[in-house]
């Protein structure tokens, strides 16, 4: 069973409480056996797989399969050109060189409703969303990316693994993917 779960902010990507404020996934009603297949931060969102399979933490995180993991950052300024261009090309973030990815400015810029709590406004600095591919998901990754770029993340969701996107998913909601859907998550 592979399960797709909309991870809203302020949720671990474990069954257990950590001593935060944070909620755990036991909250929201999974299926017995179940665990969170990689995980995002508690302030990041978006889609979140789960299984009941352990060949999947293999198919899904090894970095021998190079699968693709696509996020929708909102950063603080416009970043240009240039500046997606040196996400792409890799980065050294705390000693590790990231992989190159692909980095775009989402254009339309994505109509994503408010987070609860919203993010902090700042009227003297625009933001942005940008898009960014990757192939690997090092802890905090893309937080660490943009801000090296002098683009901090203000929201970043996970949209899509593989070739399954979230879609219109609702935060906090989730369900049993068909067999269609499984294939989309790993071709391969």
């Not at 603080?76 to 240039?82: V, Y």
């Not at 000693?95 to 993010?119: D, K, N």
């Not at 989730?174 to 790993?186: F, G, M, P, Q, Y």
Request: glycine fraction near 8%; proline fraction near 10%.
């Amino acid at each position: 069973m592979l399960i797709a779960f909309h991870k809203p902010y302020g949720v671990l990507s474990q069954f257990t409480r950590d001593g935060s404020p944070n909620r755990p996934l036991a909250e929201f009603g999974f299926p017995k056996n179940v665990y969170a297949i990689g995980r995002l931060d508690a302030d990041s969102e978006g889609l979140l797989l789960l299984s009941d399979e352990a060949h999947w933490n293999d198919k899904l995180l090894h970095p021998r399969h190079a699968h693709e993991r696509e996020y929708w950052a909102q950063v603080e300024k416009i970043p240009s050109r240039e500046s997606l261009d040196k996400l792409q090309r890799g980065l050294v973030v705390q000693g590790h060189s990231t992989l190159p990815c692909h980095a775009w400015r989402l254009e339309p810029q994505p109509e994503i409703p408010p987070r609860v709590p919203p993010i902090r406004f700042r009227k003297s600095v625009p933001d942005c969303w940008i898009g960014l591919e990757l192939v690997e998901g090092k802890n905090r990754q893309v937080r660490r990316m943009t801000a090296a770029i002098g683009h901090p993340t203000l929201r970043l969701v996970r949209v899509r693994i593989g070739n399954f996107w979230l879609g219109d998913l609702p935060p906090g909601k989730w369900r049993v993917l068909t067999a269609t859907e499984i294939k989309s998550v790993h071709p391969g």
